[in-house]
């Protein structure tokens, strides 16, 4: 049994319902990705388990409870958020920005204890971001940046992490050392890790599981093996993809792909 | 994790200021129509001085230089939080109409309620108290839409377009009255400190004694606010109880300062705004340092304003007008 599913919901902004009936299980201590063309829903579906915005039907059970019906900040020790655009960090420092991650363990005016000092320097350390601990995270490189922020969410110390798009507006290099990281995370320390990407290929290289959107609802959910084939790829971006195996993985990867033709006049 | 330089410079900052307020306010004693001798300050002040020091000093300066910065440390409380929680540098209690609001209150109390001397001046800051209140709450509920909430840009849209509406209704009311009449109200919206009296600080200082210390209490959340509502969410912040918590503490503190100062505007957004340039963004910082910049400025303006021109002199409001205006174009050239 996971910690972590939802039954049926429905999210939308007005009339609008941009997920439809969506039922799914996030393994606990795996990989999940979720994939989708722009516009499916796959942001929504994750700022909703994450609360931020509020389904509208179904549930979102986390521990045998709707997550609407727990403690905020009982449910920040428990699972973490790296929203999709992190906004400018008004000049904190590194360590500042950290620190705000042990919000949900203060109470009062909030002074930092000896436990949450050790946890922001481990936080700091496993994401190689110790030596910025005193610099304006404004002087950090995207990359950097990156990372600070995902200390952030480490330092709430949570079985659960969330991330959306997490590797957005890095290059290459920088992209797999997040994801090298987060990987990391899963397989040292057991993190369930849920994440939206863009990149198929990464998908499908980092994730255990993986879970196809179009228009709020799930075409395919599995490994990768199950999910990047070409008649689910026609299906959630109407692509024509050539599917073969990752060289050095061994991991199912979209070689090249073309646009499907679309008939004329439909 | 605040690094200890930013500190010792609040700390420094804190001490400088106590210390401005404290010269700025021995002067604003010692000036005015009815002089008081400097050197009698001190001796009046521990109940040696003459019948007519006495009264000067106890009856009339005290009174009007405590009335002052604690009026002024209000509005730039009120200004720090609403600044935190719209993530808007630009907001001030005046853009989100609590002047406004209490200015109509005011003229409508004053043009159509039969004046009793007595009791007047008492009711006075009640009436403008609601209707800042009111409006407020409407701006509120105009502002809060069903699935998201209340959206801080869209309150700082409204309370502008409340600001005007009321302003407008303001105009209609006193364009057909009387003179005199007329004259107290345009006095009381250009920020004249009329509520110099020992009641009207006790009307004003609990406000400040709870809600400095609910305010430093919730700096945290002001920051994880400041920072996105993603993360505030994430980290486990009830958003909107928290932001319902906060306005009503910036619209108590702002009404509460406007009621007996009349309206003021800019100390909202002049005192947070030099704060933060001054220690940095961090409102458990920044705020304290607000705070007396806020009574200083005021003090400062009061003190030019009263000794400026005879024999009336002109209200603090203008005078904190003009040095605020430009600061708010040099605030608004400096963004781009």
């Not at chain 2, 021995?26 to 019948?51: C, K, M, W």
């Not at chain 2, 009641?199 to 994880?224: D, G, T, V």
Request: charged share 20%; hydrophobic share 50%; with cysteine.
């Amino acid at each position: 049994m996971s910690r972590l599913q939802t039954d049926n919901i429905n999210i939308g902004y007005g009339e609008q319902l941009i997920v439809k009936n969506l039922s799914v299980t996030i393994p606990d201590k795996k990989i999940t990705t979720i994939i989708g063309a722009n516009g499916c829903g796959k942001s929504t579906l994750l700022k909703a388990i994450t609360r931020i915005i509020s389904h509208q039907s179904g549930s979102i059970v986390l521990d045998g409870e709707d997550i609407l019906k727990q403690n905020t900040k009982l449910l920040a020790k428990k699972m973490a958020i790296l929203p999709q655009t992190t906004e400018s960090a008004n000049g904190l420092t590194v360590g500042e920005l950290v620190s705000y991650g042990r919000f949900p363990y203060q109470s009062g005016f909030g002074r930092l204890k000896q436990k949450d000092y050790e946890v922001i320097d481990w936080a700091l350390d496993v994401t190689g971001t110790a030596e910025f601990k005193f610099r304006p995270v404004e002087s950090l490189s995207g990359g950097q940046r990156q990372r600070a922020w995902i200390a952030m969410a480490l330092a709430q110390e949570t079985d659960i992490i969330f991330l959306d798009e997490p590797t957005t507006y890095l290059d290459m290099a920088h992209q797999l050392e997040v994801l090298e990281l987060l990987q990391k995370l899963n397989r040292e320390q057991g993190r369930t890790i849920v994440m939206v990407l863009h990149d198929l290929n990464q998908a499908a290289r980092f994730a255990d599981s993986i879970i196809a959107l179009k228009d709020g609802e799930i075409v395919k959910a599995g490994d990768a093996e199950k999910v990047l084939t070409h008649e689910v790829l026609e299906e959630v971006f109407q692509i024509d993809a050539e599917i073969g195996k990752d060289p050095r993985t061994n991991r199912p990867m979209c070689i090249t792909y073309n646009l499907k033709k679309k008939e004329i006049g439909k | 994790m605040i690094h200890p330089k930013w500190l010792k410079k609040q700390r420094v900052l804190l001490c400088l200021l106590i210390i401005l307020i404290i010269f700025t306010a021995s002067i604003g004693i010692g000036f005015g129509v009815a002089a008081l001798d400097y050197n009698r300050i001190l001796p009046t002040l521990l109940g040696e001085g003459s019948f007519k020091e006495s009264f000067i000093l106890f009856s009339v300066r005290l009174p009007r230089v405590i009335i002052t910065i604690l009026a002024g440390m209000a509005l730039a409380l009120s200004g720090a939080i609403l600044q935190s929680l719209t993530r808007n540098d630009l907001a001030d209690p005046g853009i989100i109409g609590i002047n406004s609001g209490a200015g109509v209150a005011v003229a409508v109390f004053f043009l159509f309620y039969p004046i009793q001397a007595g009791s007047f001046v008492y009711m006075l800051p009640l009436v403008a108290f609601a209707g800042a209140i009111i409006t407020a709450l409407f701006i509120y509920l105009f502002s809060y839409e069903k699935n998201t909430g209340l959206q801080p840009t869209r309150m700082i849209l409204v309370g502008v377009g409340f600001s005007m509406a009321l302003s407008g209704i303001m105009m209609v009311l006193i364009s057909s009255q009387e003179r005199e009449k007329v004259d107290f109200i345009a006095k009381w919206l250009a920020g004249n400190i009329w509520g110099a009296d020992w009641p009207f600080i006790w009307a004003i200082l609990p406000w400040l004694i709870i809600l400095i210390p609910f305010s430093l209490y919730k700096a945290n959340r002001l920051n994880l606010l400041g920072l996105s509502e993603s993360v505030a969410i994430g980290v486990g912040i009830a958003i909107e109880k928290e932001r319902i918590f906060l306005l009503i503490t910036a619209v108590a503190l702002a009404s509460s300062a406007v009621s007996v100062t009349g309206g003021i505007a800019f100390i909202g957004l002049m005192a947070p705004h030099i704060a933060k340039a001054l220690v940095g963004p961090r409102n458990q910082l920044f705020i304290p340092v607000a705070i007396l910049l806020g009574g200083w400025l005021l003090l400062v303006a009061d003190t030019v304003g009263r000794n400026i021109m005879d024999p009336d002199g002109i209200p603090a409001g203008i005078v904190v007008a003009l040095i605020g205006a430009p600061y708010f174009i040099y605030l608004l050239l400096k963004d781009r």
